[in-house]
Nanobody, 120 residues
Framework: QVQLQESGPGLVKPSQTLPLTCTLSGGSITTSYYYWSWIRQPPGKGLEWMGGIAYDGSTYYSPSLKSHTSISRDTSKNQFSLQLSSVTPEDTAVYYC????????????WGQGAQVTVSS
């Protein structure tokens, strides 16, 4: 059974960097044909894809967030991480990690989500 779990600070101050980690169990982040994404949902808004990292380690970013987003992985811990720099209150959202199937826009497994608030 594949399970994803987000972890990170619930509260971040403006201008700081938000670090989030997603831990995978029941599978491997290096399994072919899957990619691992970060998706967020601000209050009252829809889902926004932020970026992801593929099974081979290649990374992909939303053009609108690329300048202050970094995604990496630790294969020894079966984790992948997001760093969002220079956060503002507009980055307040529920952050999800999810598994996507290569060649599709489908996500078959999601974490439960991590609420992050940006406030001084």
């Amino acid at each position: 059974q594949v399970q994803l779990q987000e972890s990170g600070p619930g509260l971040v101050k403006p201008s700081q960097t938000l670090p989030l980690t997603c831990t995978l169990s029941g599978g491997s982040i290096t399994t072919s044909y899957y990619y691992w994404s970060w998706i967020r949902q601000p209050p009252g808004k829809g889902l926004e894809w932020m970026g992801g990292i593929a099974y081979d380690g290649s990374t992909y970013y939303s053009p609108s967030l690329k300048s202050h987003t970094s995604i990496s992985r630790d294969t020894s811990k079966n984790q992948f991480s997001l760093q969002l720099s220079s956060v503002t209150p507009e980055d307040t959202a529920v952050y999800y990690c999810a598994r996507g199937v290569a060649g599709t826009n489908e996500y078959d497994y999601w974490g439960q989500g991590a609420q992050v608030t940006v406030s001084s």
